[in-house]
Nanobody, 127 residues
Framework: QVQLVESGGGLVQAGGSLRLSCAAS????????MGWFRQVSGKEREFVAS????????YYVDSVKGRFTISRDYANNTVYLQMNSLLPEDTAVYYC????????????????????WGGGTLVTVSS
């Protein structure tokens, strides 16, 4: 059974840091582009960051560039999102995603193209 399980969310003050983890199981995800989305209640799910399958090339939405870092551990089928200098507007449920897109380039993931989703982890940044 394929599963993506996020962890690491929580409550943090503005300016603080959190590290999200996504443990993937059930198949080999090394050929998948992996990524993170976030969603605030009542709004659409938005792309945050992705990392390519081979070469681990990152891609970030402009609002998190310089603050967030995505990485992956191929041996353990795990993806991480290091979030620094957090802002109240980063508050959301963060979802891990896997996309089997066929490209060697770093690209943003699209909601409609995601093959597997995690269940989400809540990040709350207080001001």
């Amino acid at each position: 059974q394929v599963q993506l399980v996020e962890s690491g969310g929580g409550l943090v003050q503005a300016g603080g840091s959190l590290r999200l983890s996504c443990a993937a199981s059930g198949r080999d995800f090394s050929w998948f582009h992996m990524g993170w989305f976030r969603q605030v209640s009542g709004k659409e799910r938005e792309f945050v960051a992705s990392i390519s399958d081979r070469g681990a090339k990152p891609y970030y939405v402009d609002s998190v560039k310089g603050r967030f870092t995505i990485s992956r551990d191929y041996a353990n089928n795990t993806v991480y999102l290091q979030m620094n200098s957090l802002l109240p507007e980063d508050t959301a449920v963060y979802y891990c995603a896997a996309d089997a897109m066929i490209t060697t380039q770093a690209k943003p993931l699209q909601v409609a193209g995601v093959d597997y989703w995690g269940g989400g982890t809540l990040v709350t940044v207080s001001s």
